[in-house]
């Protein structure tokens, strides 16, 4: 029931709200701008701008405008009040974290004063202050060391993790950043052996470990992440067996299952077939124009995949890929240690490799 205020706490309700309003607005300016022009990153930009635009639509229900005679700037006793950790910021995620906590702080603070003056508002903010939650989770996540070494990734190889150490320490001097096990035949004892062999050798060699679709063997084996299909578990599901300690990677064959990878909170994707695949059979294959789509508009580490070798490795690259992942292309060549630094090379000289 809406609480019946005498002028004086009505003007008090609106000044704290109107003042929210703007901590609100403009902490959400700040984070959009940083992921817009630093990062480059469309889908995230468009997530604080949706964000943004709900904010503007929930504080049109408080006809904040027709109260502007609430506020006092000159006589608002917390303007020269600060600290000295306001007057500083380290580095980027420094800016980043201050000021996603000034928009959740704003959103609770809008949430429970509108209460007092248009309690059906009230909803709209708390809607809002969850998905900050969920916008700040997957900022946070692109920083972390796995991330990290995650975006510097560039060639990634599918294996059945029971090759020789020779061959897998020669890939790895060749260019391989990522090994993932796939292999759908072998039972898990076997598949727990191979992951247990397969992260030694991955700590040897500084490159990242990944199993395919078990996110218990995953754990078992402490690999870096595990990769689902579109059949398999989703995201979701995996954050809640895993948490926050394994990188999932997902398979996406569409423009709209990259945007709902992103949303869902995957750490990178795959794309493709872009090309036939001598190794798993698909009724249709994307292309690099599907490449190309995905790259203009996810900022995620994105894995061309999907029949790629030396031969059309440039329509790849054309299509702007930055990153492929192989199998045969590596695993069948004469010389596996030299194809992966060929295809390593290749992308790299492709013109199109950049901070992303």
């Known amino acids: 029931m809406k609480k019946v205020l005498n002028r004086q ?14 901590r609100c607005r403009e902490g959400l300016r700040v984070l959009e701008e940083q992921v817009r022009f630093r990062d480059n990153d469309a889908e995230m930009t468009r ?19 027709e109260h502007l005679d609430c506020r ?27 000021n996603m906590k000034r928009v959740q702080e704003s959103l609770r603070t809008l949430e429970e004063y509108s ?3 248009e309690p059906s508002a009230s909803a709209s903010f708390e809607a809002a202050r969850y998905r900050s939650y969920e916008i700040e989770k997957q900022l946070e996540r692109s920083e972390n060391p796995r991330s990290i070494r995650l975006s510097k990734s560039r060639l990634y190889l599918l294996v059945q993790g029971n090759e020789p150490e020779q061959f897998l320490r020669e890939v790895a001097d060749g260019g391989v950043d990522i090994f993932q096990i796939r292999d759908k035949q072998a039972d898990d004892r076997e598949l727990l052996e191979r992951g247990r062999r397969l992260r030694t050798l991955t700590r040897e060699t500084d490159t990242l470990f990944i199993f395919n679709d078990r996110v218990d063997l995953a754990l078992l084996c402490e690999a870096d992440g595990v990769h689902v299909g579109q059949e398999e578990l989703p995201v979701a599901a995996v ?3 895993a948490g926050d300690d394994l990188l999932v990677g997902v398979s996406t064959h569409s423009l709209q299952q990259a945007r709902t990878a992103v949303a869902d909170g995957a750490d990178y994707i795959g794309v493709g077939p ?5 190794t798993k ?46 199998t045969r292309a590596i695993n069948t060549a004469d010389n596996p240690g030299r194809a992966a630094a060929e295809l390593k090379k290749n992308l790299e000289n492709s013109g199109t490799l950049n901070s992303n």
């Open 9 to 22: 706490e009505e003007r008090a309700a609106y000044r704290i709200l109107d003042a929210s309003a703007n």
């Open 47 to 65: 997530q604080l701008k949706t964000l943004r635009h709900e904010l503007t639509a929930a504080l049109g229900q408080l006809h904040l405008v």
């Open 72 to 98: 006092d700037t000159p006589g608002d006793v917390g303007t020269a009040i600060s600290t000295d950790s306001e007057l500083t910021r380290s580095d980027w995620a420094g800016v980043r974290r201050a």
């Open 115 to 117: 209460k007092l003056v």
């Open 239 to 241: 954050r809640h067996l």
């Open 274 to 278: 872009v090309f036939p695949s001598g």
């Open 281 to 326: 059979d698909f009724a249709e294959f994307v292309g690099p124009d599907l490449v190309r789509q995905v790259e203009q508009e996810v900022k995620l580490p994105v894995f061309a995949i999907g029949g790629i070798d030396l031969q059309n490795l440039q329509q790849v690259c054309e299509a702007g890929g930055r990153r492929i992942a192989v």
